[in-house]
């Protein structure tokens, strides 16, 4: 079976275990600092960089720094991994859906704009920010979305779960946002053996280190100055994740290679169709690569699962779907529902081989729908 996500441990990373907890703290070690200077030398951010337990953890204290009274509510996508919506619900913040481009999964910039201009004026003075969901690696305009943060007066959030090292006019496109949240779950890009995150913001540097860690300063445990949460990223996933930045660089170019592959020898037709509508300003670092079947979805499903190929259906399910995460006020999401019924993942993680990416190809185009 060819797998959708190849996961792989290190054994030169487990050998260095024992030799670092001989030296080093288990937990809040130097490490987590040295891997945050890392981090921030390799996306070239001028933002604050601070690791936390997880990227729910990293979007909720992101949300909890933006904080205010009189704003509640928050525009997103709909299709997204649940956490985008449970973590604003969860802090009693209110949503409202934006709809996707046609034939892209990303947020409709036009739609966004045109909700912003007639939206009830109730609803208007409750909106305090946008959380753009930066989906498979790819995002929205980011310039376009910043005019139109800044135009009415909204800060932005960025959900970059999934885009760690994607590039925005040559830039990290974290530095776009007020403030964004990354994962370093397992099955990321950069990943680590367990569950990670990281919170990137401009400024009160003291209180977010404080803010994941239940209030306390690092060394001094007695003073609590502020309410807080336990959200420390322990000092195996740092090790494991110090030397995984190192080829992640490698990992890009080769997910590119693979994704221009699938770009060139895929044949389109009716029926299938790749994802299209992208800002040719973007440099995406090809976390996952999605194609819109319009007809047969489970057909060609099953089809590769035969042929030894494993895929995947993301977001099948629209969030506000779900009884929890209904929005404040309904819109119209009808380029979402077509999406997410027609979006289907095949394997691109930078394991493939040669052999086994033709023979995806092969697969796809054989199939007669």
Known sequence: MISFFQQKKDKKILNKFNNYFNKDNWVNGNIIIKLEKKIKKFLKTKHNVITCNSGSDALLISLLLNKNKKKDVYLTSPISYIASA???????????????????????????????????????????????????????????????????????????????????????????????????????????????????????????????????????????????????????QALVLNDEINKLKNKIVLKNKIFNFYKKFINQNSYLQLVKNFNKKIQSNNYIFAILIKKNRIKLM???????????????KLLPNNNVLKPIFKTDLKNSIKCSKELLCIPSNERLKEKQIKKIVKTINNLNF
Do not use: W
Request: glycine share 6%; hydrophobic share 30%; charged share 30%.
């Open 86 to 236: 449970s973590i604003p619900r969860f802090l009693n913040l209110e949503l409202i859906y934006i709809d996707v481009k046609k034939d892209n999964y990303l947020m409709c910039l036009d739609k966004l704009e045109n909700f912003l201009e007639n939206c009830p004026n109730r609803i208007k003075k409750r909106i305090n920010g946008i959380i753009n969901v930066e989906l498979f690696g790819h995002t929205c305009d980011l310039d376009r979305l910043k005019k139109i943060s800044k135009k009415y007066k909204l800060s932005l959030i960025g959900d970059c779960a999934q885009s760690f090292g994607s590039k925005y006019n040559n830039k990290s496109t974290i530095n776009y946002y007020d403030y964004a949240a990354t994962s370093f779950y397992p099955t990321k890009i950069l990943s680590c053996y367990g569950d990670g995150g990281a919170i990137f913001f401009k400024d009160n540097y003291k209180k977010v280190l404080r803010l994941k860690n239940n209030g306390h300063d690092l060394k001094n445990k007695s003073n609590c100055y502020q309410i807080g949460i336990n959200s420390r990223l322990d000092s195996i």
């Open 302 to 316: 099953k089809h590769m699962r035969k042929n030894g190929i494993d895929c995947k259906i993301f977001y099948k």
